[in-house]
């Protein structure tokens, strides 16, 4: 879950069944979008679930989910419904499951992830086929969450 990076009454949930929810503490009816992320039938129920989303607090624009299964996406808060079931912006391909992604907090069109595989990931927008930088946890851990400190662009906490 995470605020709104354009208002301060929004909030975007990621959801088990793969489901991104807009809510709008304004109002009575407070949700007012859900965007369902496209699976393949194939899919195991394990691995669909959305495990993160961050909103940009650069542009203001992205909308970063890591998930469902072994990708991050990026979607444009701008976009319509229509427009969303077309497929995500970007996305950007993990050698397994990510359970984590955040935005670089300094430099744009920049984001972490990190992955059941143990590695964490800086990936540039402008270059989605390849990550900028990789690095391999130490002893073989893995890292359930990540969070990128405010004051410096290159120091990433990691929790596992």
């Not at 496209?38 to 195991?44: F, I, Y």
């Not at 430099?107 to 270059?127: H, I």
């Amino acid at each position: 879950m995470c605020w709104s990076q354009r208002d301060s009454n929004t909030i975007i949930s990621s959801c088990d069944d793969s489901v991104m929810r807009f809510f709008d503490l304004n109002n009575l009816d407070i949700m007012f979008r859900e965007w369902y992320i496209p699976l393949p039938e194939s899919s195991a129920l394990q691995t669909n679930k959305l495990r993160s989303v961050d909103w940009d607090r650069i542009s203001l624009e992205w909308i970063l989910t890591g998930g469902p299964r072994d990708k991050c996406h990026v979607y444009n808060v701008l976009q319509n419904d229509e427009e969303f079931h077309k497929g995500p912006m970007h996305d950007f391909q993990h050698e397994s499951y990510v359970h984590d992604a955040q935005w670089n907090t300094s430099e744009p069109n920049t984001f972490y992830s990190c992955d059941r595989a143990g590695l964490v990931y800086l990936w540039d927008m402008n270059q989605p086929k390849t990550p900028a930088m990789t690095f391999k946890m130490h002893n073989n851990t893995c890292p359930m969450r990540m969070d990128v400190n405010i004051f410096d662009e290159h120091s990433v906490a990691l929790a596992g």
